[in-house]
């Protein structure tokens, strides 16, 4: 046995330790400012190093569909490297291993175990990520000129993703695959700071952000009100969470780019978080206690997931008031599991309805996004169910007999379950809900309950839309769709569309079950389908829900333009869905046009929320002039809401930078909206296209994540960059204009339009904007299908 010390000597050693210790410190302050110069100078490398990562890696590296899952917004991202796995994958039978970074695994030794491999690493000379760097250096693409065939850029392509034992013979048989992939090269200086920082043996932070006191106590104060014990608080809580798992929470008057995320850890406040790692929000926890956390997001921000909610007092007060004030009791809380997030209404059917729907109502936008955002980087599936441009609003909750009626949730919940509650039963589980009898059950069910209601005897009139209680713009959506993804944005924009929406309370919390909490982006290719058949049944019984507001002798006509073609019309019957002619309006219609009436009446009526008119896709009959910006709106009136043959060659979403004479680049987006006779099938969406009535909607700023194109024309050249555009009648006309106003990816000009578009958004909306993707920017080429 050792010597024991005794605690007096070991007091005076130790506080002799603490005086030699000083008394160096003291005599060698060179040594600490040293110390500080050089702990200085990594922080200034890295922000050099990271800001060239987010603008020329980043716009493909990130999310999801991240290439090989390198994921570079952060530097767990680079330290987890690659896989040669890729998480959407339509054909997969079971459901993959989760990979979310922070999540699913916290050191490299565990990506290792899941499959990844390093890029961070030196292998016989240089890591991977200076060999990719290398490759892109010596092989640079020719300025301006379509890319080699070689260089696909479709999102499903096949991918090669070398480790460093593989990389020379992935060179040699992908000689055109350096990076930044299919672009023109890095400037000298970004290649010189990127290798001279590979050289050092890529050093990164490890320390987190640090948290002013002012923010934590806030955070304090948040974990307190969320981590209640009594029952209440806890369902309050567990609702909460499902509903804002995908949160950027930002704080009130906190720094515009400092971000949290609601997490349940198994340590409590006050201690390092420990996430608990679950497939899906409703997931059970385990069996030991946990506690929700507020975790600080250490990464780059990208607009394609980046869903902020606003966390202040006053938000706390709202809670409050919605979840703890109304009387209703809980004796024993629910259970955790699929069946149970299969069906939200009976496992919080403790909390009154309309308090859950008034949550979602307060923030609608935000919950529209996240149907649309989020994990869901790679959409097609579940977007290909909507149309490329419409309008939401809201019923309002006094006219919604699921929030006026206690009954009506308790007995129609059975009805109302998702395919997810099926998710374990068995390998085809959720096809069963391919037959759709519950949603044919529940429309049934609906039916009775409002004909038996003293809404039948007088209809919705427009009392029955929610207005945003006089203050929310969330009251009015617009959505585009851009192919494979989508945005939203509040008020009606662009002309008056083909179809509109109204969702109720069970619509809009089953939509959000199904494409966000109950979705699971590693699932299986069953719950892929049945997700997006689902959102087809929830699509229609929106849009049959506005039709009830439109007269009697109207509706069938209308949705027979929505469903045009001899399939459309079997869908319908194989979903048993009919037009209700018996439902009365309660709207007094003026004109000819109901469906216009009615949606602009909505915006005449909202207090002056969101503009009536458009100024430049919507102004026939009106004054649309706008001070000091008519050189620029004119001629984008001219090709804004216009059907024509040039239409359908233009991307889904482009940017035109004009160079105004000022000096000053303003941004305009322009939307493709594509014309369909249906959105009633998953596949063979050519088949369905209508590009004859497709038309152009322009909007000012930015509003979408994924752009497929840079138009950059001088002010005084616009009118002849618009007559060009109208002038298009073949793929070779196309070009031309690509040609004269475009940038291609291989363009020299690239990558300083790319920074100023970022620049731009960030100046816009400082706490909504994020990083633009440009995984989807096209390569305009001759034989290219202009549908």
């Not at 001279?196 to 974990?223: F, H, K, L, N, Y």
């Not at 349940?264 to 608990?276: L, Q």
């Not at 709202?318 to 699929?338: I, M």
């Not at 617009?478 to 619509?507: C, K, L, Q």
Request: with cysteine; glycine share 6%.
């Amino acid at each position: 046995m050792g010597k024991v010390v005794p605690l007096c000597i070991r007091a005076l050693l130790t506080f002799s330790a603490l005086v030699l210790v000083l008394a160096v410190g003291s005599a060698n302050p060179a040594r600490a400012q040293s110390t500080n110069a050089n702990s200085k100078a990594e922080e200034q490398n890295w922000a050099q190093v990271k800001d060239i990562l987010d603008h020329r890696c980043v716009v493909c590296h990130s999310c999801y569909d991240a290439p090989c899952q390198l994921k570079l917004t952060s530097p767990a991202g680079l330290l987890r490297g690659a896989s040669n796995e890729a998480v959407y994958h339509t054909e997969r039978l079971s459901d993959a291993q989760p990979t979310r970074l922070g999540i699913d695994a916290q050191t490299v030794p565990q990506w290792r175990a899941l499959g990844f491999h390093t890029v961070t690493e030196p292998g016989n000379s240089a890591s991977l990520l200076e060999r990719y760097l290398d490759l892109g250096r010596a092989a640079p693409l020719t300025p301006d000129a379509p890319l080699p065939e070689e260089l696909g850029l479709a999102l499903d392509r096949p991918l090669v993703c070398p480790t460093t034992s593989d990389f020379d013979a992935f060179r040699d048989s992908h000689p055109l695959a350096g990076m930044p992939y299919g672009t023109a090269p890095l400037g000298d200086s970004e290649y010189e700071t990127l290798m001279a920082w590979a050289g050092e043996g890529i050093p990164m932070p490890s320390a987190s952000p640090e948290v002013p006191e002012a923010v934590q106590d806030q955070i304090t104060r948040w974990e307190q009100f969320l981590n209640a014990a009594d029952l209440r608080s806890q369902l309050m809580s567990r609702y909460l969470y499902e509903h804002l798992f995908l949160a950027r929470l930002h704080f009130d008057q906190d720094d515009s780019r400092r971000f949290f995320q609601l997490v349940r850890s198994t340590t409590a406040p006050g201690e390092e978080i420990e996430i608990i790692a679950t497939r899906r929000p409703f997931d059970a926890p385990g069996a030991n206690p946990f506690f929700y956390r507020l975790q600080i997001i250490d990464e780059t921000i990208v607009h394609k997931e980046h869903l902020v909610y606003d966390l202040s007092p006053d938000r706390m007060t709202r809670f409050q008031a919605l979840f703890l004030n109304p009387d209703w009791s809980v004796s024993e809380l629910p259970d955790y599991g699929t069946s149970e997030g299969g069906n939200p209404f009976s496992t919080f059917a403790a909390i009154p309805a309309r308090s859950r729907y008034q949550f979602l109502l307060d923030d609608a936008l935000f919950f529209v996004r996240s149907f649309i955002r989020g994990p869901v980087c790679h959409g097609e599936t579940a977007v290909d169910v909507i149309e490329d441009r419409f309008w939401v609003s809201f019923l309002d909750p006094d006219a919604d007999l699921s929030v006026t009626d206690p009954s009506y949730l308790s007995d129609g919940a059975t009805y109302l379950e998702l395919p997810v509650s099926q998710v374990n039963d068995g390998v085809l589980g959720e096809l069963q809900e391919f037959s759709h009898k519950a949603q044919i059950e529940y429309l049934k069910f609906r039916d009775a309950r409002y004909r038996n209601s003293p809404l039948f005897e007088t209809g919705f009139d427009y009392s029955s839309i929610w207005d945003g209680d006089g203050t929310n713009p969330d009251a009015r959506i617009t959505v585009f769709r851009h192919f494979d993804n989508a945005s939203a944005m509040t008020g009606f924009h662009g002309d008056i569309p083909e179809t509109a929406w109204v969702i109720d309370y069970p619509i809009f919390e089953r939509i959000y079950y199904d494409l966000v909490a109950g979705y699971d982006v590693f699932g299986r290719v069953e719950h892929q389908l049945s997700t997006r058949l689902y959102m087809d049944e929830l699509r229609m019984e929106s849009e049959d829900l506005f039709l009830t507001f439109m007269p009697r002798d109207v509706r069938q006509d209308i949705h027979a333009a929505w469903y045009q073609g001899t399939l459309a019309e079997i869908h319908t019957y194989w979903h048993r869905r009919q037009v209700d002619h018996d439902f009365p309006s309660g709207v007094d219609f003026a004109t000819s046009d109901p469906k216009q009436e009615f949606l602009l009446e909505l915006l005449r009526l909202g207090n002056g929320l969101w503009p009536e008119t458009d100024p430049i896709n919507r102004c026939a009959n009106v004054d649309c002039e706008v001070d000091g910006q008519e050189a620029l709106l004119k001629p984008l009136r001219e090709i804004a809401s216009q059907t024509g043959p040039w239409v359908k060659f233009l991307p889904d979403l482009s940017i035109l930078v004009i160079e105004t004479r000022q000096g000053e680049p303003k941004l305009f987006s322009l939307a493709h909206d594509k014309a369909h006779y249906n959105v009633a099938f998953l596949f063979d969406e050519a088949a369905r296209r209508n590009p004859e009535a497709d038309v152009l909607t322009i909007l000012p700023g930015l509003f979408a994540s994924y752009p497929n194109f840079f138009f950059k024309v001088p002010e005084d050249q616009l009118t002849s960059f618009t007559d060009a555009l109208t002038a298009v009648r073949s793929q070779g006309d196309w070009l031309n204009v690509v040609a004269t106003y475009g940038l291609r990816r291989t363009s020299p000009d690239f990558w300083s339009t790319s920074d100023m578009v970022n620049a731009k958004f960030l100046i816009q909306d400082p706490v909504q904007a994020g990083i633009l993707d440009l995984n989807r920017y096209k390569d305009p080429k001759l034989n290219d299908d202009p549908t």
